[in-house]
């Protein structure tokens, strides 16, 4: 895959994780996401949408079933990943995550430094600002009662305060 073959960005809220526990609704989630991308991404080249894809699944499924689902919805499409060096390490590690990680294309955001040999399906984003942000990271954050405010966008920030989020651990 190439980068300038991609025609749009899909966000897909994750609800169910097996290995993270996510307390926060998912009609929420696309809320805050709409938010980052009027902060960081309006002017954006490539039209990023939210889809609601994963709020409509009743059961979790794996990264790789989610995959399956996606490709069975929308066989006109092509789909790359966009993940952290930390999800890429952990995907083996995770129900059908070999399956995943051979059969998907992956745009990874990290350090060089830190990634093992890529496979010719990982595209290395680096040099971004901030790569080492994670959900979970910044629940962790809230919850201790640290500032968050230099990795998210405003808007995200204002939502999180206004609706009191991730104050507890789950």
């Not at 002017?43 to 409509?56: A, G, L, R, V, W």
């Not at 060089?112 to 990271?137: F, M, R």
């Not at 910044?138 to 206004?162: A, K």
Request: aromatic residues 10%; without cysteine; charged residues 25%.
């Amino acid at each position: 895959f190439n980068f300038e073959n991609l025609e749009e960005i899909w966000l897909v809220p994750v609800l169910f994780q097996s290995h993270s526990k996510i307390d926060v609704p998912g009609t929420m989630r696309i809320e805050m996401l709409n938010a980052l991308i009027l902060d960081k991404f309006k002017e954006s080249s490539i039209p990023i949408k939210i889809s609601d894809f994963e709020t409509k699944i009743t059961k979790e499924l794996s990264h790789y079933q989610i995959k399956l689902e996606l490709e069975r919805a929308f066989p006109q499409n092509q789909f790359v990943f966009v993940i952290g060096q930390e999800v890429l390490h952990s995907l083996s590690s995770l129900k059908d995550g070999t399956k995943f990680l051979v059969t998907s294309d992956f745009i990874v955001y990290g350090d060089k430094e830190k990634l093992k040999t890529l496979s010719k399906n990982v595209k290395l984003i680096s040099g971004l600002a901030n790569t080492d942000i994670t959900s979970s990271k910044i629940r962790g954050m809230i919850y201790r009662g640290e500032d968050i405010s230099s990795l998210t966008s405003p808007s995200v920030l204002n939502y999180i305060q206004e609706h009191n989020l991730y104050k507890k651990l789950v």
